[in-house]
């Protein structure tokens, strides 16, 4: 089946910091991909919604100067967390739509943690 | 926009069918049903989708009522593996971006 790989699965990094989080698909092209974040034992909240080649839409209440989406190509999105901070600390997880076949498939998630 | 509501928690044992309804009330003509399965700091696993009457996969069954106001997802012979939270997403094969919020998925507990 189609696979959505996210890279780094997890990330340390100092406060102040910022870190790209890259969101692959890996057979199929995705015109749209979408950016969580998850808290313990919370569900997916939506942060933004991703297109390629066009500005990100971003949920009510993210800062989109904050976290940064592009969408440069077919297969690959990144979010990039300026400026982190420990409140940023939480489990980011992106997914991809295949256009062809309106199947939506998930990444693995990437584990934030800003000391 | 169609908001799900499902139950928060379920308990279960080893061997037993576990049906897991979510209501949807306002949902739209063109939108499917979507079954995902999260384990704890890994991404959501599709289970299943239907539009209407009924599903299955070797996974899981997907019932679907005539007005589509709500769905249920049954598990037959949950192992403790089963143990996750499942979500129910309702939106048409486009999926735009408002149907991409999630409700609180109900987190199944399979107990030996």
């Known amino acids: 089946g189609a696979v959505v790989s996210q890279h780094p699965s997890w990330v340390i990094c100092k406060s102040g910091t910022s870190v790209k989080i890259e969101c692959r698909s890996l057979?199929?092209?995705?015109?749209?991909m979408f950016w969580y974040r998850q808290f313990p034992k919370q569900s997916l909240m939506l942060m933004a919604t991703?297109?390629?080649?066009?500005?990100?839409?971003?949920e009510q209440g993210v800062e989109k100067d904050k976290f940064l989406i592009n969408h440069a190509s077919l297969t690959l999105s990144t979010l990039t967390v300026t400026s982190a901070h420990p409140e940023d600390s939480s489990f980011y997880i992106c997914?991809?739509?295949?256009?062809?076949?309106?199947?939506?498939?998930f990444g693995e998630g990437s584990r934030l943690t800003v000391l | 926009l169609a908001k799900t509501t499902q139950p928060i928690s379920m308990d279960s044992y080893e061997g037993q069918e576990v049906n897991i309804t979510c209501s949807h009330n306002?949902?739209?003509?063109?939108?499917?049903i979507t079954w995902y399965q999260q384990f704890p700091s890994q991404g959501p696993r599709f289970i299943i989708q239907?539009?209407?009457t009924k599903v299955t996969n070797e996974v899981a069954s997907l019932f679907i009522p005539a007005d589509r106001k709500s769905s249920t997802l049954s598990l037959p012979r949950v192992s403790l593996s089963d143990t996750a939270v499942y979500y129910c997403?309702?939106?048409?094969?486009?999926?735009?971006?408002?149907?991409?919020?999630f409700g609180a998925g109900t987190r199944l507990t399979v107990k030996p």
């Open positions: 997403l309702v939106g048409d094969i486009g999926w735009n971006n408002n149907d991409m919020r």
């Open positions: 239907g539009y209407k």
């Open positions: 057979d199929f092209q995705a015109t749209t």
């Open positions: 306002n949902i739209a003509t063109n939108d499917y």
């Open positions: 991703s297109n390629e080649g066009s500005k990100a839409t971003y």
């Open positions: 997914s991809a739509h295949k256009t062809l076949t309106g199947e939506l498939f």
